[in-house]
């Protein structure tokens, strides 16, 4: 090996701190050094982050404690303490503390305050940090950098107030301005308190000072406004930023997922493809979610392909990402070929390919799946049997989706939850065993919650048990008193029970509780932008040469083959005339028809709906896939249904 000197120059000179190489060099001229040797090197102005990292070995911790006590200048025992903060060793950095104690120098020094409060708040010593902080602050006077680590400490240990209020003293304690590390701290705490005033109390000060903003505080500002939905303010900021970092447009995808603002997060997405911003994997996770959400295929295709060109290998939760996207846009098979590829699967990647195949039907090639994920030694867990168990009832696998319930107690030792009790009134329920049913809701060991008898409710509507559907309806007014839907499905039983007194009955009550119906709504993606659609709008489009041209087609050839709209559950109180307008502007028949104009021959058309298809919705599909020869694929709240020359995935059992 080189001279220690030269190498450290050379090391220095050609940033070489990232290679593991040198790294482990630089391990080697530590190990045998004597006291005096290492007193050497930590005086040595050389202080790279791998210098850190050889330290942070507990080892050589222990021997730089001991070393430290003959030293009297600062800056190694920043050096020390920084390592003791990455390896999160307390241990040493109490030694090392002791040691600044004794030495009245060093003691009121405030890159070691600094360093000793982000200590003790990285290893949730909040009382220490607290400790420290009011001593130093009754002694001495207090830098910035010290009262914004504190603010740092007290939100990364779950008291952002308390941050927002050490905050306030600084500014009492100081003349000057605050500083961008302090000003980003505060920020950091009013988006996880949600105070947007306060944030805005900031922001002005940013604008007093007159000069150029650091991007990290840029970025804070950003997501406060963003977390707190300030679209235009953030936008503001955004478009006023001198440069952007990968952080700051992940941190705007994230946002604008987490609010489903699907439309602004793709059209952002776009700009950083054309801006060539780099992808991180944590970009392309955040967007696929929302491309599931919406089923936006091609843009989720986009991403895999870019996943594909490049030369980083992917991580787990990306092609976990990848294959839920592609299983909640109807794609099953693509969704199978990531995970059969996935050299490393984890039990999410098991649990969201067995959900892929539940929420399309394949019921076969889902219990298939789980034997294979038995016989491979992987043990479910609850969301496995929730897949597994919501699976068998779309698909009316009665018997087994009860033995399997019995299985997940006894052979898996696993307890079910309310949402397993729930899968299993709903198999018993649409099966017609509706006084099973509701003995497994008398017995359970929890109390029912609305999904419980929401389920039971839907099973009454199915089979015209109007009596046990009071009974539920009766418990989902209490427990939802506002949920819209079960008023809706209320009155779809008494509406196919022909019981047009208490159907009005429950129209009076939606209106005396403010409760209005959920508006019907569709969505399909045509090329790169995702077109929405309202039950009983849509004007423009209807009104349309194009649209009237296909509607007309659309009727000939559906009265030809004996199809008639069902009018059964529109209003009874209108003509007939009306309830069949009503009806054909169902969203889903908007959105179908959109997607036959503006999309090729050949071309699967993929609909998203908010709520359950109806009866004549799901009976339209199946005669337009017929006539048209296109591939529908439909997914409501519930389930995917995929519509072939006149027949649905479903076997009409939904």
């Known amino acids: 090996m080189p001279p220690l000197g030269t190498f450290l120059k050379n090391y220095d000179t050609n940033c070489l701190s990232s290679k593991a190489a040198d790294v482990a060099t630089l391990q080697g001229y530590l190990s045998p050094l004597r006291s005096q040797s290492l007193i050497h090197f930590l005086r040595t102005p050389f202080r790279q982050h791998s210098t850190y990292t050889v330290l942070s070995k507990s080892a050589n911790l222990d021997e730089a404690v001991v070393t430290l006590s003959s030293l009297s200048t600062p800056e190694p025992y920043t050096d020390a303490l920084h390592a003791c903060i990455s390896a999160k060793s307390l241990h040493h950095g109490q030694?090392?503390?002791?040691?600044?104690?004794?030495?009245?120098?060093?003691?009121?020094?405030?890159?070691?305050?600094t360093k000793l409060i982000t200590l003790f708040s990285v290893c949730r010593r909040l009382d220490l940090a607290r400790k420290l902080f009011h001593e130093a602050k009754d002694s001495t006077f207090l830098t910035e950098e010290v009262w914004a680590a504190m603010a740092i400490a007290f939100s990364r240990n779950g008291s952002p107030r308390e941050a927002l209020a050490a905050y306030v003293d600084m500014l009492c304690s100081f003349v000057a301005p605050p500083g961008d590390f302090s000003i980003s701290a505060a920020l950091k705490a009013c988006v996880e308190v949600k105070d947007l005033r306060f944030g805005r109390g900031v922001h002005?000060?940013?604008?007093?000072?007159?000069?150029?903003?650091?991007?990290?505080?840029?970025?804070?500002?950003?997501?406060?406004?963003?977390e707190r939905g300030c679209f235009e303010d953030a936008r503001k900021v955004f478009d006023g930023m001198s440069e952007r970092n990968i952080v700051t447009w992940n941190s705007l995808v994230s946002v604008l997922s987490k609010k489903v603002r699907v439309h602004e997060m793709f059209s952002l997405f776009r700009k950083m493809q054309e801006e060539r911003i780099g992808f991180s994997w944590a970009t392309l996770t955040t967007v696929l979610p929302a491309c599931s959400r919406v089923a936006a295929l091609l843009t989720g295709k986009e991403i895999h392909a870019q996943v594909v060109k490049s030369s980083e290998r992917p991580d787990v939760p990306l092609l976990n990402s990848l294959m839920d996207m592609y299983g909640k846009c109807g794609e099953v098979v693509y969704a199978r070929r990531i995970f059969d590829g996935m050299l490393n699967k984890d039990l999410t990647s098991w649990n969201i390919m067995l959900n892929s195949y539940a929420i399309n039907g394949s019921i076969q090639e889902e219990i298939k799946l789980f034997d294979t994920m038995i016989e491979s030694g992987v043990a479910p867990d609850g969301i496995t049997f929730v897949a597994l168990l919501s699976g068998c009832s779309d698909t009316g696998l009665t018997e087994y989706g009860v033995s399997l319930f019995e299985r997940m107690k006894g052979e898996f030792r696993v307890s079910p939850a309310l949402e397993h009790y729930a899968c299993l009134v709903d198999i018993l329920g649409r099966a017609g065993r509706i006084q099973e049913a509701v003995k497994v809701i008398e017995t359970m060991p929890f109390k029912a919650s609305g999904s419980v008898w929401g389920s039971l409710l839907n099973s009454c509507r199915l089979h015209g048990n109007v009596r046990v559907g009071e009974i539920a309806a009766q418990e989902?007014?209490?427990?939802?008193?506002?949920?819209?839907?079960?008023?809706?499905?209320?009155?779809?039983?008494?509406?196919?029970?022909?019981?047009?007194?208490?159907?009005?009955?429950?129209?009076?009550?939606?209106k005396q509780r403010g409760i209005k119906?959920?508006?019907?709504?569709?969505?399909?993606?045509?090329?790169?932008?995702?077109?929405?659609f309202v039950a009983g709008g849509g004007y423009e489009f209807r009104n349309s040469d194009e649209y009237k041209k296909l509607w007309l087609e659309l009727q000939e050839a559906m009265e030809r083959l004996g199809y008639a709209p069902d009018t059964s559950l529109v209003l009874h109180d209108v003509d007939e005339a009306t309830k069949v307008n009503w009806v054909c502007g169902h969203s889903e028949r908007l959105a179908t028809s959109y997607s036959l104009i503006h999309t090729g021959e050949g071309v699967p058309i993929r609909v998203t709906k908010n709520l359950r298809v109806c009866g004549d919705c799901?009976?339209?599909?199946?005669?337009?896939?017929?006539?048209?020869?296109?591939?529908?694929?439909?997914?409501?709240?519930?389930?995917?249904?995929h519509f072939a020359d006149g027949v649905c995935s479903c076997k009409d059992y939904w």
């Not at 002005?204 to 963003?226: F, G, H, P």
């Not at 119906?517 to 929405?532: F, N, P, T």
Request: charge should be positive.
């Open 517 to 532: 119906k959920e508006a019907g709504c569709s969505w399909v993606q045509v090329k790169d932008k995702i077109q929405i």
């Open 95 to 113: 030694k090392i503390h002791s040691l600044i104690l004794s030495n009245p120098k060093l003691r009121r020094d405030p890159k070691l305050l």
């Open 618 to 641: 799901h009976k339209w599909m199946k005669i337009v896939s017929q006539v048209t020869g296109r591939v529908i694929v439909l997914r409501d709240t519930k389930r995917f249904h």
């Open 204 to 226: 002005a000060q940013i604008v007093k000072r007159r000069r150029k903003v650091d991007q990290v505080v840029e970025n804070a500002l950003l997501r406060l406004y963003m």
């Open 476 to 510: 989902l007014f209490v427990l939802e008193p506002h949920n819209p839907g079960n008023y809706v499905m209320v009155s779809n039983l008494y509406a196919d029970a022909k019981m047009w007194d208490k159907v009005d009955k429950i129209r009076e009550v939606m």
